[in-house]
């Protein structure tokens, strides 16, 4: 199997006696290949697979078995609610489920076996075979699948790997949830591809990481503020070589906090569901508050205007961020047109995100093009999906859902209601209760805000920008 596309460190890299400790259970790079070779042997020809995702050695197990034998694994949330587990099971066509599966879903379990004694072969699969099936949210509508092809991860995770002088000496800690492109693809596909350790911390929590000796410390910018805030924590990380943080933008004064307490100027890097990570600072560069670094190997960018002219590298002058490179996902699944869409005619994904460039091609974030989009806690959600979950609450007569600034969460999610009857404190309760439960804790409002009327324009369109 030395020729995998992606799996190159686990299989051909170093045999480490404690390559993945996740909670309390330790596993060597032995018994991860075993048990993952196990898994791969019983799948079925086709997937997708679903992957209950929780932090759990299992959920390695199954990502990697699925990834050995090229079938495509759909890891699904942990504390999503039926609505949305339904949604990722329907749109995805999976064929088959590992871990806890709820009584209503009925596709067959798969057994992940830690001490897969077995081991077994499969044919390895080919680069562009679908790895990971990823879902996320746009403006409107349900979360879309996002096709990651195995040597689309590789080339990612091979681009921060140069950027960060990612080695099999390094030990990366970090706590973040197995589902989406952070914690799984970098935080657990990185070590393995390097060969290099993993400690998850079953939390992203500031005690946990100082519990967790390590070189490589990944979080959101919510942790990072944690840290800040946990002074003890934050000097126990002074033993780091890289402090890395992701997701969202990280406020230049927790930048500052972090580096005044542990010693160590953050590295930020910015990236998409669709993209990987496109732009780092480097572990041998400049580390500037506000700003996300250069192009790592294999991507470009370009930041265009309203009529498609080039933005001045001054620094300043904003425009639309454009992304390509090796690490760009295939498509959305099922949706050639939306995929379609998502391109320039010149073949540049549009991230929907504002940046500035300076004439060293360091990049600057400023913001995203559309409202609908909101960042919480480094969560992706669409106003659109939470609105939709809310209109179907019998005390709601009209919503808008915007994300307002919060110092903890970045954004908080923030509902505009107009009740059909009275509204108040256990109508608002039941509404965040019903969006916590239906789709997914993390999606829930963090406060509801009861009004006669929503704005709105000539059209009837709300205007959100005029909330708050
Ligand atoms: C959690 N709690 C629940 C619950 N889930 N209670 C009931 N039901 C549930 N389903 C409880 C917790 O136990 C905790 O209690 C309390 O709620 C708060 O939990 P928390 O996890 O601290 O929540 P919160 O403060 O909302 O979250 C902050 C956070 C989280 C940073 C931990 O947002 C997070 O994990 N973010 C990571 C998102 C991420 O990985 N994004 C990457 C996208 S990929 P107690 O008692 O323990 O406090 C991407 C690409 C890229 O963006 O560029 O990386
Ligand atoms: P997701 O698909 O969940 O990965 O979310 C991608 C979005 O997160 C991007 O389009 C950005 O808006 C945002 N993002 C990721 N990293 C950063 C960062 N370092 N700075 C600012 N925004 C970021």
Same mark, same amino acid.
């Given at each position: 199997?030395?020729?995998?596309?992606?799996?190159?460190?686990?299989?051909?890299?170093?045999?480490?006696?404690?390559?993945?400790?996740?909670?309390?259970?330790?596993?060597?790079?032995?018994?991860?290949?075993?048990?993952?070779? =196990?898994?791969?042997?019983?799948?079925?020809?086709?997937?997708?697979?679903?992957?209950?995702?929780?932090?759990?050695?299992?959920?390695?197990?199954?990502?990697?078995?699925?990834?050995?034998?090229?079938?495509?694994?759909?890891?699904?949330?942990?504390?999503?609610?039926?609505?949305?587990?339904?949604?990722?099971?329907?749109?995805?066509?999976?064929?088959?489920?590992?871990?806890?599966?709820?009584?209503?879903?009925?596709?067959?379990?798969?057994?992940?076996?830690?001490?897969?004694?077995?081991?077994?072969?499969?044919?390895?699969?080919?680069?562009?075979?679908?790895?990971?099936?990823?879902?996320?949210?746009?403006?409107?509508?349900?979360?879309?699948?996002?096709?990651?092809?195995?040597?689309?991860?590789?080339?990612?995770?091979?681009?921060?790997?140069?950027?960060?002088?990612?080695?099999?000496?390094?030990?990366?800690?970090?706590?973040?949830?197995?589902?989406?492109?952070?914690?799984?693809?970098?935080?657990?596909?990185?070590?393995?591809?390097?060969?290099?350790?993993?400690?998850?911390?079953?939390?992203?929590?500031?005690?946990?990481? =100082?519990?967790?000796?390590?070189?490589?410390?990944?979080?959101?910018?919510?942790?990072?503020?944690?840290?800040?805030?946990?002074?003890?924590?934050?000097?126990?990380?002074?033993?780091?070589?890289?402090?890395?943080?992701?997701?969202?933008?990280?406020?230049?004064?927790?930048?500052?906090?972090?580096?005044?307490?542990?010693?160590?100027?953050?590295?930020?890097?910015?990236?998409?569901?669709?993209?990987?990570?496109?732009?780092?600072?480097?572990?041998?560069?400049?580390?500037?508050?506000?700003?996300?670094?250069?192009?790592?190997?294999? =991507?470009?960018?370009?930041?265009?205007?309203?009529?498609?002219?080039?933005?001045?590298?001054?620094?300043?002058?904003?425009?639309?961020?454009?992304?390509?490179?090796?690490?760009?996902?295939?498509?959305?699944?099922?949706?050639?047109?939306?995929?379609?869409?998502?391109?320039?005619?010149?073949?540049?994904?549009?991230?929907?995100?504002?940046?500035?460039?300076?004439?060293?091609?360091?990049?600057?974030?400023?913001?995203?093009?559309?409202?609908?989009?909101?960042?919480?806690?480094?969560?992706?959600?669409?106003?659109?999906?939470?609105?939709?979950?809310?209109?179907?609450?019998?005390?709601?007569?009209?919503?808008?859902?915007?994300?307002?600034?919060?110092?903890?969460?970045?954004?908080?999610?923030?509902?505009?209601?107009?009740?059909?009857?009275?509204?108040?404190?256990?109508?608002?309760?039941?509404?965040? =209760?019903?969006?916590?439960?239906?789709?997914?804790?993390?999606?829930?409002?963090?406060?509801?805000?009861?009004?006669?009327?929503?704005?709105?324009?000539?059209?009837?369109?709300?205007?959100?920008?005029?909330?708050?």
């Amino acid at each position: 199997m030395a020729d995998h596309p992606l799996l190159t460190g686990l299989l051909d890299g170093p045999d480490l006696e404690d390559a993945v400790v996740l909670g309390d259970e330790t596993l060597a790079t032995d018994a991860v290949r075993r048990a993952a070779f =196990a898994f791969a042997t019983i799948l079925p020809d086709e997937g997708p697979v679903a992957v209950h995702a929780v932090p759990r050695p299992e959920t390695v197990v199954a990502v990697l078995g699925c990834l050995l034998a090229g079938v495509p694994a759909v890891p699904v949330p942990p504390d999503a609610g039926p609505g949305e587990v339904r949604h990722v099971l329907r749109d995805s066509g999976a064929t088959a489920w590992v871990g806890q599966r709820p009584d209503w879903v009925g596709l067959p379990v798969l057994p992940v076996q830690l001490d897969g004694a077995g081991g077994g072969t499969v044919a390895p699969p080919r680069a562009d075979a679908t790895g990971l099936i990823l879902y996320t949210s746009g403006t409107t509508g349900a979360p879309k699948g996002v096709e990651l092809s195995q040597g689309a991860i590789a080339a990612g995770l091979d681009g921060l790997a140069e950027a960060w002088q990612w080695s099999p000496e390094d030990t990366l800690v970090h706590g973040l949830p197995l589902f989406h492109t952070h914690g799984l693809v970098l935080g657990v596909l990185g070590p393995l591809r390097n060969g290099a350790r993993l400690r998850h911390t079953g939390s992203p929590k500031p005690e946990r990481y =100082a519990a967790t000796p390590g070189s490589m410390y990944f979080g959101v910018p919510t942790v990072w503020s944690r840290v800040a805030r946990d002074v003890e924590s934050a000097r126990e990380l002074r033993r780091a070589r890289l402090l890395v943080s992701g997701s969202a933008p990280l406020p230049a004064p927790v930048f500052d906090a972090v580096r005044e307490l542990t010693g160590l100027a953050p590295i930020e890097r910015y990236g998409m569901t669709e993209t990987m990570i496109t732009l780092s600072a480097r572990a041998d560069g400049e580390r500037r508050p506000g700003w996300v670094g250069l192009p790592v190997d294999g =991507a470009q960018t370009r930041i265009r205007d309203e009529s498609g002219g080039a933005v001045p590298a001054d620094g300043e002058s904003m425009g639309r961020l454009e992304v390509r490179g090796p690490m760009l996902f295939s498509g959305y699944l099922g949706r050639p047109r939306t995929s379609a869409d998502s391109f320039t005619s010149d073949g540049w994904f549009v991230t929907g995100d504002l940046a500035a460039r300076d004439a060293q091609g360091f990049h600057r974030i400023v913001g995203r093009e559309s409202v609908d989009l909101i960042k919480s806690g480094g969560y992706r959600l669409g106003a659109g999906e939470v609105e939709t979950s809310l209109l179907a609450r019998p005390e709601v007569a009209e919503v808008a859902v915007v994300g307002e600034s919060d110092p903890d969460l970045g954004q908080r999610v923030v509902a505009w209601v107009v009740p059909d009857g009275p509204g108040g404190d256990a109508v608002a309760e039941r509404l965040v =209760a019903h969006v916590a439960e239906e789709l997914s804790w993390h999606k829930r409002p963090r406060e509801v805000r009861f009004v006669e009327s929503l704005p709105r324009n000539a059209m009837g369109k709300v205007q959100k920008k005029q909330l708050g």
